[in-house]
């Protein structure tokens, strides 16, 4: 196989997994360990090695707990009980399963259950669960953030050989 092919191969999982972090059922960041991945084994672990898919199968992994938590902080940042933090988390979980409107409900819907069975009044319920809504948006603007930057890091590591 040519470099030109691999390197449009490569370009192409790092730019599928940049717009995986923004679209749903796209696994973006995994798609940036695939690309470096192929280029370590095609360039014979030189200069990607073990040590690098480490660390950005780290990146990955924290971008997915970010993304996660996210929600229930803003939840629990806006005065939410833990039942709202703990309903936010379990409402991104479940909202994995209904698709791109599980996903953008789940959380908010889960906070204000969560507070809702607490025994919390409407209003602060609600607010709780636009809180959410704001903490997840806050983590896929930090899981976009991850994969730049490990784009960024495999593009310096094979630029400096």
Do not use: C, K
Not at 93 to 104: D, K, Q, T
């Amino acid at each position: 196989m040519t470099d030109v092919v691999l390197w449009v191969i490569i370009g192409a999982l790092l730019l599928l997994g940049l717009a995986g972090t923004i679209v749903p059922f796209v696994p973006g960041t995994p798609l940036i360990v695939v690309a470096a991945l192929v280029h370590a084994i095609a360039y014979d672990w030189a200069p990607i090695g073990w040590g690098r898919l480490l660390i950005l199968s780290a990146l990955t992994a924290l971008g997915y707990v970010v993304a996660q938590l996210a929600s229930g902080a803003g939840a629990r940042r806006a005065g939410g009980s833990s039942w709202a933090v703990v309903g936010a988390i379990l409402g991104g979980v479940v909202g994995i399963f209904f698709g791109i409107p599980g996903l953008l409900l789940g959380p908010p819907v889960g906070a204000i259950a969560g507070e809702l069975l607490r025994g919390g009044d409407v209003a602060t319920s609600v607010r709780t669960g636009l809180a959410a809504f704001t903490g997840m948006l806050a983590g896929a603007v930090a899981n976009l953030a991850l994969a730049v930057m490990m784009i960024g890091l495999f593009l310096w590591w094979v630029a400096r050989g």
